[in-house]
């Protein structure tokens, strides 16, 4: 894993997504359809990895599947990843598309919040955020990733809300409270990083 991470840094980001789109093509060639029902998340992180203009289609298509799969499984968490790197994908995209994405979204969460899968609840209010920082204060947006943050996901997850909370009170008038959010959110993604260098030294 450690050989094959460091293979990958050393590609420039144009040759790493041509690659990817490269080995989710093979899969589609190999595979019969009914074994691709069984790797649509190996098929969706290639092509969103991929998700240059000629394969955003496919992109968003296989996590979206991908995604629906996992609901199914109970697998919340990595549904709402799924969807989530869906609606980040690069470019104009159908408003009707992307009013299906946000609803399937919300749905995730909402289930994860009813199975108490904390990490599910994060990646869906992150999601969201994209759509709630603008002028003033969306209160709404706060509550959400203050129940997300309670819940305690996991570090990395954590990081990134206390860093959107920050943002979503920047009109508040509550800068003691922003600095704080921004201090302890750098201070997770700092111990976050630190542990993933001492797995790899620990694993070489």
Known sequence: GLVQATLCDGLSPSRRAELHGTVGEAIEEVYSEDEIETRLTE??????????????????????????????????????????????????????????????????????RRHGDADGVARAALACGVWGLSFGVDEELVRLVE???????????????????????????????????????LALAREREAGIGDRASAET
Do not use: T
């Open 43 to 112: 098929l969706a992180h290639h092509f969103l990895e991929a998700a240059q203009d000629a394969n955003a289609d496919k992109a968003i298509a296989y996590a979206r599947r991908a995604g629906d799969r996992a609901m199914s499984q109970f697998a919340y968490d990595q549904a709402a990843s799924l969807f989530e790197r869906a609606l980040a994908v690069p470019g104009p995209r159908p408003p009707d598309e992307r009013a299906a994405l946000l609803q399937a979204l919300g749905e995730a969460g909402d289930v994860a």
């Open 147 to 185: 129940e997300a943050i309670e819940r305690g996901p996991d570090d990395g997850l954590l990081a990134r809300l206390k860093g959107m909370l920050a943002a979503a009170l920047y009109w508040s008038g509550e800068s003691e409270r922003r600095l704080r959010l921004c201090e302890e959110a």
